[in-house]
DNA sequence: CTGAAAGCGCTAACAC
DNA sequence: GTGTTAGCGCTTTCAG
């Protein structure tokens, strides 16, 4: 037996179609006695709006796409729970889109499913900035760790953040820290890289760059000799997976952390609090940040037609100290 | 300007509608000249389908849903990865859900997605037999992590692994151990202490049970106490974060691993190679678990009928021995 | 407050 | 090979 429709509904209640929907869909607009009596013939039969009819009227179909540049990058579990439990509220549909790092990867798949979502979430999208605006034209867009002119976004304060890095490294006696920097087109990298360097002028610290690295523990082995290469005394990986492969890396070539060099990562996952030494870390509220991030995007989804406020969110974040970081010896 | 239909694209290329459908949907019932004329002149009004008109109509929507019972289980990562690809490879939108632990949670959002999704895999479902019989019934489904008569299942050789692990703990003269059970209607749950208890019984060691536990580190506190309690020698825990979760207790409480006791893990999680000692666990493929349940899953919701075949498949696991075990000293 | 009827974008008979 | 014509399930004027 196929689903039961508005018209079955309709039929045993013995009213019209019409009556049907708008008990569904404006509970209000209808007397009381007959929404009641609608609804439990729906009940019995079992009948339940079928949101494709409705998004093929409406247009809308509460349901938004999360897209992440890496889906194995255990930085997004939060995100991706925070951004799930807000759309649920909603009651919205959370779709997950992995870009696996690739621009083209995101760029298709988020094409592909424009027609089918009501907005997008984008973390640490790779797309150039063109392409994000011409998306945000076909519909409404949330950025997150990214931020862009006139597109909402939802990031964690790094500026401030990096400069307690350094002076964190600065206060152990440091002069000379190197960034490893994530992916090209990460606007984390670029952001990281500029603060990192205006901190380590202000505070006295030579900077030096190396890279651009695949944030994953796999590619720790050539940023850490990239980073030894430097000669710089303390290390600030891109994010943690890349970290904890540099300071495995570092282990096997003998080099103590944090006797030797200290080491620092971003976004405070799991596996920062396991390794040996714990790793010094930049974290934050990751949970929020996907919160924000479908909250925003809802807002813009809304009935209000989306004002041309653009809200761009930066939450806190906090230094959290491990054993990676510390005084040469 | 609203997104072009058919009927633009026909006006435009001065076609009758029907066959700029067939020009898409099955592009060798009609003219190879006038389905390029066509596609050219679609492209150039940028056209893309409504994929939820065609649902509407159809009844497929390209989609299915994966349900997991935590998301931020870092053990899903990969289970996810590889679903992702698979549905992506057959351009099938993959929908994630997070059920939290609560099997109300994970029905309510079953069912509202039924109407929207081809097709349900269910991760470590903690849902009643009934329910699942039930949902498949509305929907084709694969189970992963969890085996049901009837109904097709991808799980890792937790039998076969159980027994590996029992193996290698009875080698270091262990007599005594300790399950740390993980949620009461997790079928992992009793497969595993089922399938350790005979692997002792043939062994002739004692297998005790604790517990339910819910498999995050933070529970493991309570489970290291109770553990300690039995006086075993050694521990599986029903997961890797709870395993570590126990350690750390232990550590705190001046336990040594492996000299007092010896710990092991299900899953292999990355983070299990990174604590203090690294930890002994049986892992396996997990991406291809995703990837094979997806694959069923499109098998069944393509064209031919679900037969009645109903793949149960079992993946091989491997007992990843790292520092965790050993023998008492 | 409720019913009748048109149509959202597309597909699937059925003709030609 | 292509056009015509009904709908898929629902919402939404417009009457009543």
């Given at each position: 037996?196929?689903?039961?429709?508005?018209?079955?509904?309709?039929?045993?209640?013995?009213?019209?179609?019409?009556?049907?929907?708008r008990?569904f869909?404006?509970?209000?607009?209808?007397?009381?006695?007959?929404?009641?009596?609608?609804?439990?013939?729906?009940?019995d039969?079992?009948?339940?709006?079928?949101?494709?009819a409705?998004a093929?009227l409406?247009?809308?179909?509460h349901?938004?796409?999360?897209?992440?540049s890496?889906?194995?990058n255990?930085?997004?579990?939060?995100?991706?729970?925070?951004?799930?439990?807000?759309?649920?509220?909603?009651?919205?549909?959370?779709?997950?889109?992995?870009?696996?790092?690739?621009?083209?990867?995101?760029?298709?798949?988020?094409?592909?499913?424009?027609?089918?979502?009501?907005g997008?979430?984008?973390?640490?999208?790779?797309?150039?900035d063109?392409?994000?605006?011409?998306?945000?034209?076909?519909?409404?867009?949330?950025?997150?760790?990214?931020?862009?002119?006139?597109?909402?976004?939802v990031?964690?304060?790094h500026?401030q953040?990096?400069?307690?890095?350094?002076e964190?490294?600065?206060?152990?006696?440091?002069?000379?820290?190197?960034y490893?920097?994530?992916?090209?087109n990460?606007?984390?990298?670029?952001?990281?890289?500029?603060a990192?360097?205006?901190?380590?002028?202000?505070?006295?610290?030579?900077?030096d760059?190396?890279g651009?690295?695949?944030?994953?523990?796999?590619?720790?082995?050539?940023a850490?000799?990239?980073?030894?290469?430097?000669?710089?005394?303390?290390i600030?990986?891109?994010?943690?997976l890349?970290?904890?492969?540099?300071?495995?890396?570092?282990?096997?070539?003998?080099?103590?952390?944090?006797?030797?060099?200290?080491?620092?990562?971003?976004?405070?996952?799991?596996?920062?609090?396991?390794?040996?030494?714990?790793?010094?870390?930049?974290?934050?509220?990751?949970?929020?940040?996907?919160?924000?991030?479908?909250?925003?995007?809802?807002?813009?989804?809304?009935?209000?037609?989306?004002?041309?406020?653009?809200?761009?969110?930066?939450l806190?974040?906090?230094?959290?100290?491990?054993e990676?970081?510390?005084?040469r010896?």
């Amino acid at each position: 037996m196929p689903r039961p429709t508005i018209y079955d509904v309709a039929a045993a209640a013995g009213v019209a179609t019409s009556t049907v929907s708008r008990a569904f869909s404006s509970p209000n607009r209808v007397n009381a006695r007959t929404r009641e009596h609608i609804f439990s013939i729906a009940a019995d039969l079992g009948y339940r709006p079928n949101p494709h009819a409705r998004a093929l009227l409406s247009g809308r179909h509460h349901t938004v796409a999360m897209v992440v540049s890496d889906i194995t990058n255990p930085h997004y579990f939060e995100l991706i729970r925070g951004a799930e439990l807000r759309a649920r509220a909603s009651e919205y549909t959370l779709v997950l889109v992995n870009a696996e790092e690739s621009p083209r990867v995101e760029y298709d798949q988020i094409q592909r499913l424009v027609p089918s979502v009501d907005g997008f979430v984008l973390g640490a999208s790779r797309l150039p900035d063109e392409n994000l605006v011409q998306i945000a034209g076909q519909r409404p867009v949330v950025l997150m760790s990214r931020e862009l002119s006139r597109l909402p976004s939802v990031v964690l304060e790094h500026t401030q953040g990096c400069h307690q890095i350094v002076e964190h490294l600065a206060s152990f006696g440091h002069q000379h820290l190197v960034y490893l920097a994530g992916p090209r087109n990460s606007w984390m990298a670029t952001t990281r890289w500029s603060a990192l360097k205006s901190a380590g002028e202000e505070l006295g610290l030579r900077v030096d760059r190396i890279g651009p690295f695949t944030p994953k523990a796999s590619h720790g082995a050539a940023a850490a000799d990239g980073a030894i290469r430097t000669g710089a005394t303390a290390i600030v990986a891109h994010n943690d997976l890349l970290a904890i492969g540099v300071m495995r890396r570092l282990a096997q070539r003998s080099v103590r952390v944090p006797q030797d060099v200290s080491v620092v990562g971003f976004d405070n996952i799991f596996a920062a609090d396991l390794c040996t030494p714990g790793l010094t870390t930049l974290g934050g509220a990751h949970a929020d940040v996907g919160r924000v991030a479908v909250d925003i995007l809802l807002q813009a989804t809304g009935p209000l037609q989306p004002s041309g406020a653009s809200p761009q969110v930066a939450l806190p974040t906090e230094l959290v100290v491990r054993e990676s970081t510390g005084a040469r010896a």
